[in-house]
């Protein structure tokens, strides 16, 4: 296997030295050709490649995914999501709510994530969840509704919870008719705890088949749709694909159904209906359950996804992963952009106005005929090249701003910076 794929060196990102330690799975779709990526061990400390049919936990992956089943109700319209649904959840909501709300995390809930359960723990309901009898607190409305944005996993279990109370079905259940057989998701579904069929070929989070349950290394998660999904990087890849499509010219969604599930809620907020929008045409969630991490990004302008799952969640990975999984995604992007005509670039450089306390840029320049900028905050100096995108647009590699050059001045996400 060549070092690197698609020019990251992923096993050197990720410290994966052998195949008793860690794994990592990665699917790349671009436009109708699916490649995947395997490496190390989907169990600590045993021999047990990673392979492409290996099953993950999504962790909060799961969200998107039970956004899209629910919105498969909206477009038959059996569901509306403006409509008040406090009378479906009445011991939760005290004041009149929509799905909107909960799915956008602007509901004001607590229980920001979920930590799972031994595997053989006795079953739980969404209603046990939500009381609070389970190692979480009890859902409680802790911010005004509507005016702000506050990741709440408890939000989408209550939404989960309004879901199944109006189509009469689990998630499981209609995820699989809604989503997985459309779409040909054969390695996907809500399986908690997970199907006994299934172990043979599920990686184990972390250490916990050694700390917990040597035959299933894994947490037990009654809350579906916030972090119980179980797939294979393969199958996001596809669902990513058809959100794509479905935004661009409707298909598996309506146009319009994708559009508002990929249109901010709150201004100056990158948050949706259970995802995010990146830079205006990127649509991303990562997720994160004990022992495993995800990441899915997915172009919102042409047939490209990449999504990354890994046995393993600490800090460190959490970013190494992220960035792993940006570098392949803007150096597929770049292979299917064409060759810029570097004309012009030139007038771009030199010194800016630093108006973004997040993002201080400092200088635009050119290095080996490509164009960098110049970030210069209190932690330090340091560069990040650009890539045109779009007419006088680019992107930053290693991140998602979006650069618009004007006459001097630029525009950075949104903002103005005069060109001193």
């Given at each position: 296997?060549?070092?690197?794929?698609?020019?990251?060196?992923?096993?050197?990102?990720?410290?994966?030295r052998?195949?008793?330690?860690?794994?990592?799975?990665?699917?790349?779709?671009?436009?109708?050709?699916?490649?995947?990526?395997?490496?190390?061990?989907?169990?600590?400390?045993?021999?047990?490649?990673?392979?492409?049919?290996?099953?993950?936990?999504?962790?909060?992956?799961?969200?998107?995914?039970?956004?899209?089943?629910?919105?498969?109700?909206?477009?038959?319209?059996?569901?509306?999501?403006?409509?008040?649904?406090?009378?479906?959840?009445?011991?939760?909501?005290?004041?009149?709510?929509?799905?909107?709300?909960?799915?956008?995390?602007?509901?004001?809930?607590?229980?920001?994530?979920?930590?799972?359960?031994?595997?053989?723990?006795?079953p739980?309901?969404?209603?046990?969840?939500?009381?609070?009898?389970?190692?979480?607190?009890?859902?409680?409305?802790i911010?005004?509704?509507?005016?702000?944005?506050?990741?709440?996993?408890?939000?989408?279990?209550?939404?989960?919870?309004?879901?199944?109370?109006?189509?009469?079905?689990?998630?499981?259940?209609?995820?699989?008719?809604?989503?997985?057989?459309?779409?040909?998701?054969?390695?996907?579904?809500?399986?908690?705890?997970?199907?006994?069929?299934?172990?043979?070929?599920?990686?184990?989070?972390?250490?916990?088949?050694?700390?917990?349950?040597?035959?299933?290394?894994?947490?037990?998660?009654?809350?579906?749709?916030?972090?119980?999904?179980?797939?294979?990087p393969?199958?996001?890849?596809?669902?990513?694909?058809?959100?794509?499509?479905?935004?661009?010219?409707?298909?598996?969604?309506?146009?319009?159904?994708?559009?508002?599930?990929?249109?901010?809620?709150l201004?100056?907020?990158?948050?949706?209906?259970?995802?995010?929008n990146?830079?205006?045409?990127?649509g991303?969630?990562?997720?994160?359950?004990?022992?495993?991490?995800?990441?899915?990004?997915?172009?919102?302008?042409?047939?490209?996804?990449?999504?990354?799952?890994?046995?393993?969640?600490?800090?460190?990975?959490?970013?190494?992963?992220?960035?792993?999984?940006?570098?392949?995604?803007?150096?597929?992007?770049?292979?299917?952009?064409?060759?810029?005509?570097?004309?012009?670039?030139e007038?771009?450089?030199?010194?800016?106005?630093?108006?973004?306390?997040?993002?201080?840029?400092?200088?635009?320049?050119?290095?080996?005929?490509?164009?960098?900028?110049?970030?210069?905050?209190?932690?330090?100096?340091?560069?990040?090249?650009?890539?045109?995108?779009?007419?006088?647009?680019?992107?930053?590699?290693?991140?998602?701003?979006?650069?618009?050059?004007?006459?001097?001045?630029?525009?950075?996400?949104?903002?103005t910076?005069?060109?001193?």
């Amino acid at each position: 296997m060549s070092k690197t794929f698609y020019g990251v060196d992923v096993k050197g990102n990720m410290g994966i030295r052998g195949r008793k330690g860690y794994g990592i799975s990665i699917a790349v779709a671009k436009e109708n050709e699916i490649e995947t990526y395997c490496a190390g061990s989907g169990r600590f400390g045993e021999d047990f490649p990673v392979n492409p049919e290996m099953l993950f936990q999504a962790g909060s992956v799961s969200k998107p995914a039970f956004a899209v089943t629910l919105l498969r109700y909206v477009d038959k319209g059996l569901i509306d999501l403006d409509a008040d649904i406090s009378g479906v959840i009445p011991k939760y909501a005290k004041i009149p709510m929509t799905f909107e709300a909960l799915l956008s995390h602007t509901a004001g809930f607590n229980l920001h994530g979920f930590p799972g359960y031994k595997v053989d723990h006795e079953p739980m309901t969404l209603e046990d969840v939500l009381d609070g009898k389970g190692v979480t607190p009890k859902l409680r409305r802790i911010r005004p509704y509507g005016k702000q944005s506050m990741y709440s996993g408890g939000g989408t279990t209550l939404a989960e919870l309004a879901f199944t109370r109006i189509t009469g079905t689990t998630l499981r259940e209609a995820f699989q008719k809604e989503v997985a057989e459309p779409l040909g998701l054969t390695r996907s579904g809500y399986f908690q705890p997970l199907d006994e069929e299934y172990v043979s070929n599920a990686a184990f989070g972390g250490k916990l088949g050694i700390k917990e349950s040597p035959g299933h290394g894994f947490r037990y998660h009654p809350e579906h749709a916030a972090a119980g999904l179980w797939t294979t990087p393969t199958d996001l890849v596809k669902l990513g694909i058809a959100l794509s499509r479905s935004y661009r010219e409707g298909g598996f969604l309506k146009k319009e159904t994708a559009r508002r599930m990929l249109t901010t809620i709150l201004e100056d907020e990158t948050y949706c209906l259970c995802i995010e929008n990146l830079r205006g045409d990127i649509g991303y969630h990562g997720g994160c359950n004990e022992g495993f991490l995800t990441e899915w990004f997915f172009s919102l302008r042409e047939d490209l996804c990449v999504a990354s799952m890994h046995n393993r969640s600490r800090e460190f990975y959490d970013w190494q992963q992220t960035k792993t999984a940006v570098a392949l995604f803007q150096n597929l992007e770049e292979t299917m952009l064409p060759a810029p005509d570097k004309t012009g670039w030139e007038a771009y450089c030199g010194k800016y106005e630093k108006l973004i306390e997040d993002f201080p840029l400092d200088e635009v320049f050119l290095q080996d005929g490509d164009l960098y900028i110049k970030v210069d905050d209190e932690d330090g100096a340091f560069t990040s090249q650009l890539y045109p995108i779009g007419d006088k647009t680019f992107g930053r590699k290693g991140g998602f701003a979006k650069i618009i050059f004007g006459d001097n001045c630029l525009i950075i996400d949104g903002v103005t910076c005069k060109k001193l």
